[in-house]
């Protein structure tokens, strides 16, 4: 196994396949969850043996088949395009939640965490069963974003109707406040991405100080992140608390000695005024936070509104 101490250039093509080999060897067998490695067309190139304990399918059976031919077709659109992302943008991770056909023709939810590995020109991910009947520590886990800890899109898709719930019973106003970092991408292209997953980490700290028991914070992936305000007594304390979430992120960051600066672009909407349903409520704030976005960046605005606040 001396080639693996060998650069990269001294390998040749065939110790360089050897390596990359290897490495997939290693993540499939040494996880102890649904495991595959898919390629850039979305064909299960590997996968391991624990699919079939939760699936049904044997790993031979998964091999050489398409992703998308098990994804329930409501769902397909949705998660081809969190898979695209990842290719297309700056995006570590995705989290992933669809209904998988199983073997016995009916659907299960599992949650997805997946990465894209150039090197491999493949997407690396590992899979959980969601059925509630199955819950463990293991399938709490996905409700969890492996970088910051914090709630992830799994978890805001379950919790944000309930949410909603709750103040639709006490009569009162929930805020769901869309939060998209300015300059991020500059820090992945200079400092390179460990420092970027770094500085994600460090706004996940900053921001869950400023939104306290206020409500509930989630990064969606990438460099979003969404509060949710279930008993919010309104458009004050909304965007007081995003105007706090701007102030705290303009601070300069120390980052492996480095000094950081990024901002962050903040849109707001209300329930019951902006929507009534949780995907309304969630594309009102993403759109208010785009004209910030449009109008210069690190700054507010309410989804009813023409101007920043």
């Known amino acids: 196994m001396e080639f693996l101490c060998m650069p990269l250039e001294d390998m040749g093509i065939e110790g360089v396949q050897q390596l990359l080999y290897v490495e997939r060897y290693a993540w499939l ?24 304990e939760h699936v ?29 992302k990842l290719v297309t943008s700056d995006i570590g991770s995705a989290n ?3 209904r998988f056909l199983r073997a016995d023709g009916d659907y299960c939810r599992l949650g997805l965490n997946a990465i894209f590995s150039p090197v491999h020109e493949a997407y690396f991910c590992i899979g959980r069963s969601l059925e509630r009947g199955r819950a463990s520590d293991a399938a709490l886990l996905a409700y969890r974003d492996a970088l910051t800890g914090l709630r ?31 300059g991020f991408k500059a820090v992945n292209d200079t400092l390179g991405h460990r420092a970027g997953d ?50 705290s992120l303009r601070k300069p960051f120390l980052i492996d000695t480095a000094a950081v600066d990024i901002g962050a672009s903040v849109g707001v909407a209300l329930f ?5 349903d949780p995907s309304g409520l969630l594309e009102k704030a993403d759109l208010a936070m785009y004209r910030v976005k449009k109008a210069g960046k690190n700054a507010v605005a309410f989804s009813a509104d023409c101007p920043c606040a």
């Open 152 to 182: 992830n899109r799994l978890s805001l898709e379950e919790e944000l109707p309930r949410a909603l719930g709750q103040s639709r019973n006490h009569g009162s106003v929930a805020g769901v406040v869309f939060i998209d970092l300015d």
């Open 29 to 52: 067998s040494l996880s102890h969850d649904m495991a595959a490695v898919i390629s850039l067309d979305g064909m299960f190139e590997d996968c391991n043996t624990h699919w079939e």
């Open 56 to 84: 049904g399918w044997s790993s031979q059976a998964l091999q050489g088949g398409y992703l998308v031919e098990h994804i329930h077709f409501d769902d397909r659109e949705r998660v081809l395009g969190e898979f695209q």
């Open 272 to 276: 019951p005024h902006d929507a009534k």
């Open 96 to 98: 992933l939640s669809f």
């Open 198 to 247: 770094a500085l994600l980490v460090r706004v996940a700290e900053r921001l869950s100080a400023c939104l306290e028991d206020a409500g509930a914070l989630y990064r969606l992936g990438g460099d979003e992140f969404v509060a949710v305000l279930p008993l919010c007594e309104g458009r004050e304390q909304a965007g007081r608390l995003a105007r706090l979430f701007v102030d």
